[in-house]
């Protein structure tokens, strides 16, 4: 038979099975998937201005500071993930931007951080906003409970098993920005406790080394392997966790020197976030669960509520109204979430 291949031909496709068999295989997981959308800290930060208020690339860009071509980016990319909507304004050709049932739903995931934010990072000084729950009418500190017993939960009583969706897939294709700045660039607009948080966990990296963690994953060599990531990259985000107080580093053998890591108390809470991005990719992004969790406490599976610690409800994101503990520096936006069919 005939060869109906060049050789040029033949050597492109040996370079395109090379590339496909290097491109790593990760464990499917809904926080990864989730990750892909809030694909870093400004992404976040953008849902936290349009949760505050803010419709317009003006009015959020003010609050920011950041580069307009980077807000455009985000913005087309919670566009895109259905996350935000787009309506034209009246008499105008720009635009405003509000949330769809997704974005809501994503309010969870934020009120997660703002408790460790809250808890772990505020100082000796009050937190930035004040929660007051509507349908109770009193402060909230919103906590993460379980669905089956409705008691807190702890990272240590966690236990989980592979789900219908468990399996694994090549790498999430992401691209390739640098890390983010520190807290003081998300708090140039106003002080925050998830800005705080995102001063921690800045990039998907951070947030998938924590997420491996909280698997029980402790060696350099492991978290390599199931991440897929490079070694400077690792090198760098376990020793800001380290400087962090979310890992500490213990030292397992003498000769040759070898080390593993383990979460900090502060480091466990940070689980709360993770589950309720697990729940929210879960729900939204079209795939079986790869995971199940199940409470130790009570013995039965799972899912994580958010719930105010008054009155033990679930948190509607609809209900919720806040209070800023500190001075405005620019025009704050009222004291109420933008609902869905607010016109």
Not at 71 to 89: G, H, N, W
Not at 165 to 175: D, F, K, R, Y
Request: hydrophobic share 40%.
């Amino acid at each position: 038979m005939a060869r109906t291949s060049s050789k040029g031909s033949a050597s492109r496709a040996l370079r395109q099975s090379t590339k496909t068999v290097e491109r790593p295989m990760v464990r499917n997981c809904s926080v990864d998937r989730t990750l892909a959308i809030l694909s870093d800290a400004w992404s976040f930060l953008v849902l936290r201005e349009v949760y505050l208020g803010a419709r317009r690339f003006d009015q959020v860009q003010a609050v920011l500071q950041m580069p307009r071509s980077t807000l455009s980016d985000r913005l087309a990319q919670l566009l895109k993930a259905k996350v935000l909507s787009r309506a034209p304004l009246a008499d105008s050709a720009r635009f405003e931007y509000r949330l769809t049932e997704r974005g809501f739903d994503l309010y969870l995931v934020m009120l997660a951080m703002l408790r460790f934010g809250d808890d772990w990072l505020a100082g000796d000084k009050p937190p930035p906003l004040r929660l007051v729950h509507a349908s109770c009418g009193h402060e909230c500190h919103p906590e993460t409970i379980c669905s089956a017993c409705h008691e807190p939960i702890d990272a240590l009583r966690v236990a989980y098993r592979d789900g219908p969706g468990a399996g694994v897939s090549l790498v999430t294709a992401m691209p390739q920005r640098r890390r983010t700045g520190g807290v003081e660039t998300f708090e140039r607009g106003r002080p925050s406790s998830v800005s705080r948080t995102l001063g921690i966990l800045a990039d998907r990296w951070t947030f998938l080394v924590v997420r491996e963690m909280c698997f029980g994953v402790r060696r350099f060599d492991v978290l390599q392997q199931r991440l897929g990531i490079a070694t400077n990259i690792l090198t760098d985000r376990l020793g800001r966790l380290v400087s962090q107080n979310i890992l500490k580093r213990i030292k397992y053998l003498d000769v040759p020197e070898r080390f593993e890591y383990k979460l900090t108390t502060t480091g466990r809470d940070l689980y709360l976030p993770l589950i309720q991005m697990l729940r929210w990719g879960d729900q939204w992004l079209g795939y079986e669960k790869p995971l199940i969790l199940k409470h130790l406490d009570c013995g039965k599976d799972f899912e994580p509520i958010v719930a105010c610690d008054h009155c033990r409800q679930a948190l509607n994101p609809r209900d919720m109204r806040y209070y800023l503990n500190y001075k405005k520096r620019r025009d704050d936006h009222p004291p109420a979430l933008i609902s869905l069919d607010d016109t």
